[in-house]
């Protein structure tokens, strides 16, 4: 067994696994680092990164951080997958862990987002006590060990692979999914997805400046208003562009114009805050619509979701993040553009642009 965490640990949604492979394995090689991907099965819930030097895995790590990634939810430096005896499961994670020469600050212990991940939370439940008190007892579990987290992805009740994480540079969520409540009063489910975006995308000591009461927002294809719920919550006044209904209780806030016009050619009146689009269409008709508003500068935000196709989803995000990339650079645009697939999403990606001045 390889001693060195010579591998990269990376969650995703179950069914997305041959799209972060072919995500990482493109990056990796845009930047020199010679490794490959010798776990991707689908409908695991994970990707397996193996440096080919047998070194640690932290270079790639740092250069390919979490928040860069399109299909990743979390992001570990890891060992190789330990085998357990049902007699005793503790003994060969604390040798690990001690041999490792690391400490840690915390444990968390996480399973695949699958059916058969989620049986394995009681299992790893009942170890918790028992391995933390060893671990302390050993030095690998400690108040301050500079924020460092070990993770223990449970695989099967005698197989676990062990992850270590850094502050900066990791999801602060178990499983790197952000859970969130659905609001009983809101139109549909979708409004989850941009709550998260938001989440995701807009620090959460910004949000006072950036999605603050009074501010000019457009939804395109808004109907029946969940995306516009959230607008409305946080206090702003919303164009909600749909030629279908929307929610009475929406327009009974006196925040909501609904027009039933084409989100695809309308425009705005003036400059408006956000522009946020959750419309089914081609991605790279969005993408048509979206460069439109901020090349224009309609819009100092946007927050919109690309549609993917069944396969090669990988290459179809980057298709159209770079076609935004070289438009914006033509017109002389400056912004910062980010792209995820977030826990609320299925097929699709959102995608978050912020225009610079």
């Given at each position: 067994?390889?001693?060195?965490?010579?591998?990269?640990?990376?969650?995703?949604?179950?069914?997305?696994?041959?799209?972060?492979?072919?995500?990482?394995?493109?990056?990796?090689?845009?930047?020199?680092?010679?490794?490959?991907?010798v776990?991707?099965?689908?409908?695991?819930?994970?990707?397996?990164?193996?440096?080919?030097?047998?070194?640690?895995?932290?270079?790639?790590?740092?250069?390919?951080?979490?928040?860069?990634?399109?299909?990743?939810?979390?992001?570990?430096?890891?060992?190789?997958?330990?085998?357990?005896?049902?007699?005793?499961?503790?003994?060969?994670?604390?040798?690990?862990?001690?041999e490792?020469?690391?400490?840690?600050?915390?444990?968390?212990?996480?399973?695949?987002?699958?059916?058969?991940?989620?049986?394995?939370?009681r299992?790893?439940?009942?170890?918790?006590?028992?391995?933390?008190?060893?671990?302390?007892?050993?030095?690998?579990?400690?108040?301050?060990?500079?924020?460092?987290?070990?993770?223990?992805?449970?695989?099967?009740?005698?197989?676990?692979?062990?992850?270590?994480?850094f502050?900066?540079?990791?999801?602060?969520?178990?499983?790197?999914v952000?859970?969130?409540?659905?609001?009983?009063?809101?139109?549909?489910r979708?409004?989850?997805?941009?709550?998260?975006?938001?989440?995701?995308?807009?620090?959460k000591?910004?949000?006072?400046?950036?999605?603050?009461?009074?501010?000019?927002?457009?939804?395109?294809?808004?109907?029946?208003g969940?995306?516009?719920?959230?607008?409305?919550?946080?206090?702003?006044?919303?164009?909600?562009?749909?030629?279908?209904?929307?929610?009475?209780?929406?327009?009974?806030?006196?925040q909501?114009?609904?027009?039933?016009?084409?989100?695809?050619?309308?425009?705005?009146?003036?400059?408006?805050?956000?522009?946020?689009?959750?419309?089914?269409?081609?991605?790279?008709?969005?993408?048509?619509?979206?460069?439109?508003?901020?090349?224009?500068?309609?819009?100092?935000?946007?927050?919109?979701?690309?549609?993917?196709?069944?396969?090669?989803?990988w290459?179809?995000?980057?298709?159209?993040?770079?076609?935004?990339?070289?438009?914006?650079?033509?017109?002389?645009?400056?912004?910062?553009?980010?792209?995820?697939?977030?826990?609320?999403?299925?097929?699709?990606?959102?995608?978050?642009?912020?225009?610079d001045?």
């Amino acid at each position: 067994m390889n001693r060195v965490p010579n591998e990269w640990l990376l969650y995703c949604r179950a069914g997305f696994e041959p799209d972060l492979a072919a995500e990482i394995t493109e990056r990796a090689s845009d930047i020199d680092e010679l490794g490959q991907v010798v776990m991707a099965e689908t409908n695991s819930g994970f990707v397996r990164w193996q440096n080919h030097d047998s070194l640690p895995a932290n270079s790639i790590h740092r250069e390919l951080p979490l928040k860069s990634l399109v299909f990743a939810r979390q992001s570990l430096v890891a060992f190789e997958p330990l085998i357990l005896s049902r007699e005793d499961r503790i003994s060969p994670i604390v040798d690990q862990v001690n041999e490792s020469g690391w400490n840690f600050e915390a444990i968390w212990h996480e399973t695949p987002d699958t059916n058969d991940g989620k049986s394995l939370g009681r299992l790893a439940k009942s170890l918790t006590r028992p391995l933390e008190s060893t671990l302390k007892r050993g030095g690998g579990l400690r108040r301050k060990a500079g924020g460092r987290r070990l993770h223990l992805f449970w695989l099967s009740g005698d197989s676990v692979q062990i992850g270590m994480s850094f502050p900066g540079n990791r999801s602060e969520h178990v499983g790197g999914v952000l859970r969130l409540r659905h609001p009983h009063d809101a139109p549909s489910r979708s409004t989850l997805k941009l709550e998260e975006a938001w989440h995701t995308f807009v620090p959460k000591d910004a949000w006072d400046a950036r999605l603050h009461d009074g501010m000019q927002a457009v939804d395109l294809g808004a109907a029946p208003g969940g995306w516009t719920y959230q607008l409305v919550r946080r206090g702003m006044y919303v164009y909600a562009i749909d030629n279908g209904p929307m929610a009475p209780e929406l327009m009974a806030t006196g925040q909501v114009e609904h027009l039933r016009e084409d989100g695809f050619v309308w425009e705005p009146p003036y400059r408006l805050d956000w522009l946020v689009c959750d419309i089914v269409d081609k991605p790279m008709r969005v993408i048509d619509m979206v460069e439109r508003w901020l090349v224009k500068r309609w819009c100092r935000e946007a927050i919109f979701n690309l549609k993917l196709p069944m396969k090669k989803r990988w290459e179809e995000v980057r298709r159209c993040l770079t076609r935004l990339e070289v438009t914006l650079k033509a017109q002389g645009v400056t912004a910062t553009i980010a792209c995820r697939h977030l826990y609320h999403d299925r097929e699709e990606v959102t995608v978050h642009v912020r225009l610079d001045g």
